[in-house]
């Protein structure tokens, strides 16, 4: 099987943030299921669009793939560059924000694709609405997995910690925590230390007691709406009225880490709550999972280890790729 992955090789197509999650999770994985994979990185092109819909059709066009792998971020490619590689070839988008973004993009793009993979279940009566029928579930995953582990071998520099980037909410929630004797340590784009690489972030992941992992979808706390004249126009403004898991959910777990995350509907169908995760659904439960599970570190250890296995088994690019191909009913 021959495949074009047609992604960003950094992180927003920004040499300054770092690899992009296309080139340190799906690409590898793409390569591990084929060895005839071709990427096309169209970072440089983002400001010369029409130069981009030439360069991609004659790349595509000179490798004659089976598959063109994209992952839209906005308007990059025109509907009819879509639809000329569409009538040569299979051609899929991972549609990545399907709970918030359906109505005023996926709608309009997925019928340009043959197959577009939804990271929403609940978006399966949206995609029947407008006709489609080509629709896979799948969901994010770690872009890598540290196997064998040695939990006990552990040093921890943390006992709890945050790796995200900034938001009017965050930093209100991170202050709120801090005044109530909480220190998260925080990493991110906008935090006081800054941008870290994907392998210093295993790195924190694995070395911190409790990893936080905050909603950035608008806050319905009326603490945080009603804290400034910016935090309510955000929460007016704001597209991101929905949770949604993310890929986070899975590189915390899977690097060998303790997660406390905030409750996203579906994240049951990936790891058992209590288990294999721990959730928090406010600040003042927030706070009571933080010390007791500073407190219980049997038990944090237990389901850390259950998260680990459970991310390591089922939660990698790996295996949603192949997944989504066996879906296909493509011969890998």
């Known amino acids: 099987m021959k495949i074009v992955p047609v992604f960003l090789r950094y992180d927003y197509g920004i040499k300054s943030r770092g690899d992009s999650l ?13 060895d005839e994979v ?10 010369r669009k029409e130069e981009l819909q030439k360069r991609v059709i004659k790349f595509v066009d000179d490798v004659s793939p089976d598959i063109v792998f994209f992952i839209l971020m906005r308007d990059e490619f025109s509907f009819e560059t879509f639809d000329y590689l569409k009538s040569k070839y299979i051609t899929i988008n991972w549609f990545c924000d399907d709970q918030w973004r359906f ?19 609940f978006a399966s009566s949206k995609y029947r609405k407008i006709g489609y029928k080509n629709v896979i579930l799948s969901q ?32 209100w929630l991170i202050n709120r925590l801090k005044r109530r004797g909480v220190k998260v340590e925080c990493f991110g784009a906008g935090w006081e230390n800054g941008h870290v690489s994907f392998e210093e972030m295993a790195e924190i992941f694995k070395t911190t007691k409790i990893n ?11 603490r945080y709406i009603f804290s400034s004249v910016r935090s309510m126009h955000e929460f ?10 993310k890929a986070r959910n899975f590189e915390i777990p899977a690097f060998g880490g303790f997660q406390l995350t ?3 509907p579906s994240l049951e169908d990936y790891f058992e709550i209590g288990r294999e995760v721990a959730i928090y659904t406010s600040i003042e439960d927030l706070m ?26 089922e939660g990698t690019y790996l295996n949603r790729l192949r997944g989504i191909f066996e879906k296909m009913e493509v011969d890998l």
């Not at 872009?143 to 980037?165: H, P, Q, R, W």
């Not at 936080?212 to 009326?222: G, P, T, V």
Request: include cysteine; charge should be neutral; charged fraction near 25%.
């Open 22 to 34: 296309e080139y340190n999770g799906f690409y590898p994985a793409l390569k591990q299921i084929t």
């Open 38 to 47: 071709y990427p096309f990185w169209y970072d440089e092109y983002l400001d």
């Open 103 to 121: 109505e005023n993009f996926t709608k309009y793009y997925a019928p340009h694709f043959t197959y577009a993979i939804t990271t929403d279940k």
């Open 140 to 171: 994010w995953a770690s872009f890598g997995c540290s196997e064998n582990i040695d939990f006990e071998a552990i040093k921890y520099k943390y006992d709890v910690s945050f790796v995200g980037g900034i938001s009017g909410y965050r930093k």
């Open 212 to 222: 936080l992992n905050i909603s950035n979808s608008a806050s319905y706390d009326i």
């Open 236 to 245: 007016v403004k704001s597209k991101k009225r929905v949770e949604q898991i």
């Open 262 to 264: 905030n409750y996203v």
């Open 288 to 313: 009571l999972q933080i010390n007791y599970y500073l407190d219980n570190e049997e038990e944090r250890g237990i389901i850390m280890i259950n998260g680990y296995k459970r991310a390591m088994k």
